[in-house]
């Protein structure tokens, strides 16, 4: 099957402790993205990544660093540094075409305890 | 500043009736304008899309949406709601001048009563 996972699906994380949130997609997509979604806030982009060994921030990487060395995996570090990280983190993918539509993961939850 | 905006957090409707979820945009230029469908603890489904041409567009699940230039609008309907069609949706445009970044409203909970 063709999708795009992400793993895990939930995630504790202690204050002070740097975790990685993994991406993956078969789609042979070019691009990919990490959005942080919390309630009534919708979708905020926090890096995204048109083609591999190149990424761009978005509109809140602060306290995030991401990696694009396969074309296939995209996968999000959550650092210490960001002060509230429990949220809902989703990735997509999307081909290059301007119109192309986004596809999603299905999410990792991640609880700072 | 470039936003998309979904006045109703919430939309009730009872099965049967149409619905309609309503989005508006500021995005540069000719939009490109998409829904997306989000069941709880789930990633977002993509429902449809406006490029160019035709203003109706038809999607996934007896879907449509209107773009309307004039009124910078691209509101979701469908003729008759399903209590399966209760969830969250959001709307999202993205600027054809070449940038790669998705704009997304703050999303609508739909809530269809049986």
């Known amino acids: 099957d063709g999708g795009i996972t992400q793993s895990p699906k939930y995630l504790f994380r202690k204050e002070g402790q740097n975790v990685t949130l993994s991406c993956e997609q078969n789609?042979?997509?070019?691009?990919m993205y990490w959005y942080r979604q919390d309630p009534g806030q919708g979708l905020r982009l926090i890096y995204y990544?048109?083609?591999?060994?190149?990424?761009q921030k978005g509109d809140i990487a602060e306290g995030y660093s991401v990696s694009r060395e396969k074309k296939e995996s995209f996968p999000l570090t959550v650092t210490s540094a960001q002060k509230n990280p429990t949220a809902f983190y989703l990735c997509?993918?999307?081909?290059?075409?301007?119109?192309?539509?986004?596809?999603f993961g299905p999410g990792t939850r991640l609880t700072v305890l | 500043a470039q936003s998309v905006a979904q006045p109703e957090d919430q939309v009730n409707v009872a099965e049967g009736n149409p619905l309609t979820v309503k989005c508006t945009y500021s995005?540069?230029?000719?939009?490109?304008l998409f829904w997306y469908v989000q069941y709880p603890n789930r990633g977002l489904q993509f429902l449809l899309k406006?490029?160019?041409?035709?203003?109706l567009v038809k999607g996934s699940y007896g879907f449509e949406a209107e773009f309307n230039k004039s009124q910078t609008s691209f509101h979701l309907k469908k003729p008759s709601a399903l209590v399966s069609d209760s969830a969250l949706y959001f709307c999202?445009?993205?600027?054809?001048?070449?940038?790669?970044?998705?704009?997304f409203g703050t999303g609508t909970r739909l809530k269809v009563l049986a």
């Open positions: 999202a445009g993205k600027s054809t001048s070449g940038t790669y970044k998705y704009i």
């Open positions: 406006y490029i160019t041409g035709d203003n």
């Open positions: 995005v540069s230029g000719n939009p490109y």
């Open positions: 997509a993918s999307s081909t290059q075409g301007q119109g192309a539509e986004q596809f």
């Open positions: 990544s048109q083609i591999v060994n190149d990424f």
């Open positions: 789609l042979n997509h070019d691009a």
